[in-house]
Nanobody, 127 residues
Framework: QVQLVESGGGLVQAGGSLRLSCAAS????????MGWFRQAPGKEREFVAG????????YYADSVKGRFTISRDGAKNTVYLQMNSLKPEDMAVYYC????????????????????WGQGTQVTVSS
């Protein structure tokens, strides 16, 4: 069993930056594809960014491409989401997720591919 705990959310002004962290415990996630999703009030959960378990492949939603960067640190069993140039429309609860059983170069982009989820961290962007 894998437990995921997100941190780093908070309140930031538009144009600012935040770095989210997702710490895994229970077992190593070094062979799991990892991803970040978000859900704004009244909207469905949406894919934000993903990284393959090999770390070589990443994929981003068009809405965050060029502003967000996903990375992973195997030694710390942690995944990060660096968010720059934040916009009010980025405001949401951000969730970390882990997807086992994929080829090492594959990025999982749909929620159904992920087996483990964190509780989420709130990101608020003021205009």
């Amino acid at each position: 069993q894998v437990q995921l705990v997100e941190s780093g959310g908070g309140l930031v002004q538009a144009g600012g930056s935040l770095r989210l962290s997702c710490a895994a415990s229970g077992r190593t996630v070094s062979s799991y594809a990892m991803g970040w999703f978000r859900q704004a009030p009244g909207k469905e959960r949406e894919f934000v960014a993903g990284i393959s378990w090999g770390g070589r492949s990443t994929y981003y939603a068009d809405s965050v491409k060029g502003r967000f960067t996903i990375s992973r640190d195997g030694a710390k069993n942690t995944v990060y989401l660096q968010m720059n140039s934040l916009k009010p429309e980025d405001m949401a609860v951000y969730y970390c997720a882990a997807a086992p059983g994929l080829v090492w170069t594959v990025v999982a982009t749909t929620a159904t591919q992920y087996s483990y989820w964190g509780q989420g961290t709130q990101v608020t962007v003021s205009s």
